[in-house]
């Protein structure tokens, strides 16, 4: 399968401050890139849905100017959680979606970052 | 917006047995897609159906994309040990402009019992 990778793998900072997330899609163009959360024993948690050159469309309850996603590139999107704090703790998965048109087309996931918050 | 329906939440197997696993939705979805997700991890692509169906097989592992395009369901045949895991169906609908929505269930818990 396609490649997705996603740096860092785990991260700890302290509150207050932002971290940045990066998705990369390694051998292919991702023109739809998507940022999920997913807490202990849970599902995955959609937060935004990110085009190339546009502007990410955010699910109900996620607050855009905390969660800051830039898709500048059909191979990079990145996600900026801004003056963190510990309940932002979590682990953070993006996806990047393979065109092939709307018969083929296939969603491969990063390895995902653990966000600890102190 | 669309919701999947993933059953059941969990599974308790003897190593050796089948599994079946399903998905269903009131949305009409383009693609179906089985992830699995170890601890830790990002979910790994299992299996992909495009059509309506559709009958696919990953060694083990056989898929079906249902002919009405609402459901779908995973089997695992002969199960092991390292079948542990959470299993993930998604729906993935073409929403215009080049732009996709993937949905996610729930997520079925596997557990095997050697």
């Known amino acids: 399968g396609a490649v997705v990778s996603q740096h860092p793998s785990w991260v700890i900072c302290k509150s207050g401050t932002s971290v940045k997330i990066e998705c990369r899609s390694l051998d292919f163009q991702a023109t739809t890139m998507f940022w999920y959360r997913q807490f202990p024993k849970q599902s995955l948690m959609l937060m935004a849905t990110s085009n190339e050159g546009s502007k990410a469309t955010y699910e109900q309850g996620v607050e855009k100017d905390k969660f800051l996603i830039n898709h500048a590139s059909l191979t990079l999107s990145t996600l900026t959680v801004t003056s963190a704090h510990p309940e932002d703790s979590s682990f953070y998965i993006c996806?990047?979606?393979?065109?092939?048109?709307?018969?083929?087309?296939?969603?491969?996931f990063g390895q995902g970052t653990r966000l600890t918050v102190v | 917006g669309q919701q999947l329906n993933q059953s059941p939440q969990s599974m308790f197997i003897q190593e050796g047995e089948d599994v079946s696993m399903n998905c269903t939705s009131s949305s009409i979805f383009n693609t179906w897609l089985w992830y699995k997700q170890d601890p830790g991890e990002g979910p790994v692509l299992l299996i992909a159906?495009?059509?309506?169906?559709e009958l696919t097989s990953n060694g083990r592992l056989t898929a079906q994309f249902g002919i009405t395009r609402k459901d779908s369901f995973l089997n695992i045949s002969a199960s092991i040990p390292s079948d542990v895991g959470i299993y993930f169906c998604a729906g993935l609908a073409y929403s215009g402009a080049g732009s996709y929505q993937l949905t996610f269930g729930k997520g079925t818990k596997l557990s095997v019992i050697p």
């Open positions: 996806s990047a979606s393979r065109p092939g048109g709307w018969l083929s087309t296939e969603a491969f």
């Open positions: 159906l495009y059509k309506a169906g």
